[in-house]
């Protein structure tokens, strides 16, 4: 699995390219802003591809810089033209072919060259789709040369290790690209539902609810059916009942933030996020509420889940449900009465 710190480039470097399109509105303010974007993401792509995987020897020719210029070159120099070269020849040893060679690499440079005009003398481009084009084609190369994915993959779920919890984050992603972001914040709730619930130590409520009603029952002389007249053991169940859910309600949002999710940050995505109901014995989901929801409120409830998902995986594994009383031999007692030696 790939180190956080990669992944998260490459979601910058997405989400550039993305932005690069969104602003390209007609105006000659856009068609720059655009190409300054569009360059910036190949950059992105390339620091993170060659941090990724640094060549140990430039191969073969049709270098930008020469073996000279590249000796001459101030230590952590990272011009353009030597990220480039550095990545092709990284790809070249990975492939083992020196005389390998690479469009995307002279589309790279060519949109490149056209940022340095925008940027220092203030030319504004032409024909924008092609160089959004250039950009993203360079970034689908890369993606799946260097790190064997398709770019429409690179998103923080890759970091997910439980797949139940990752498909549903993917799922919300699929819906927020559709633009439909009442069902992709509905997605993420159920995430977030199943993420607490398989950190949870304690029983589950039905359990609970077993045990209040086995406990009633034998204290009031009722776990054969028969019901004095002067005990009702209905009312009690009852009340203990709510009191076991409400406890419950209680243990799972001081677990989820004492753990490591942000208590503003929770509180507002549970009220805000719609809550899908299942149907008995069905695995379909139906959401009641229709009120729609925006991008912002989105990406703000997309980036309190997966960041803490992702602090919850550095945790260990929950331990076994145990029982509430011990009905075998007492385990061997360790005495701590005495101080523990630190050394």
Known sequence: MLDERWIRNLVLARQLVEQAGAANNGTPVGAMSSVLLADLAVETVIKTGVAFRPPNDYPGDGYLLSAKQRRSGRAGDATFPAMLDATLASWREERNDPTLTAVELGEAWRLHTQRNLVQHDAVVPTDIPRWLARAEGF????????????????????LLRGSDVRDRVRLAERAAEQGDYRIAMAQLRIAFDQAI???????????????IERAVKRATGTEHGRQPAHVSSSDLVSVLKDMARRLGDVDETVRSIAIGANPVECEWFLRTAPEPLMAINSPTWFIYDAEPRSRDEYSRAYDFVVSTLLRWQQLPPPRQNQPMRSTGPHPERTDLAEPINPA
């Open 197 to 211: 619930s398989s950190r949870r130590t304690t029983l589950p409520r039905f359990a609970f609810d077993s045990d």
């Open 139 to 158: 970034s689908r190369w890369l993606v799946a040369e260097f790190f064997n994915l398709q770019l429409e993959e690179i998103s923080r779920a890759i």
